[in-house]
């Protein structure tokens, strides 16, 4: 099966900036759409971005034009470039892989904390 490692997460302070990757394996089919989901303490997991094979992109309203979602085939791996990151944005972020049957690859996640 496929297999998602997500990394790059830390302690941010307010205002600063993190870089995520997620490094894909085992993945042999084609892949409709990449994506980045997040999941707070006692909140439900909700999509942050995504990005489709034909590199149209999208993302949630609370980080666009503050988070960039970018792939690099040639490496099979996905990034979330994430800038004036805010205390809401504290999180465990998940890379996810969709095909035409669903979405069912996730990575293990990466603690993002943004504290002062």
């Known amino acids: 099966q496929v297999q998602l490692v997500e990394s790059g997460g830390g302690l941010v302070q307010p205002g600063g900036s993190l870089r995520l990757s997620c490094a894909a394996s085992?993945?042999?089919?084609?892949?409709y759409t990449w994506r980045w989901h997040r999941q707070a303490p006692g909140k439900q997991r909700e999509l942050v971005a995504g990005i489709t094979s034909g590199g149209n992109t999208n993302y949630a309203a609370s980080v666009k034009g503050r988070f960039t979602i970018s792939r690099d085939n040639a490496k099979n791996t996905m990034y979330l470039q994430m800038n004036n990151l805010k205390p809401e944005d504290t999180a465990v972020y998940y890379c996810n892989q969709c095909y035409s049957g669903g979405c069912p690859y996730w990575g293990q996640g990466t603690q993002v904390t943004v504290s002062s």
């Open positions: 085992g993945g042999r089919f084609s892949i």
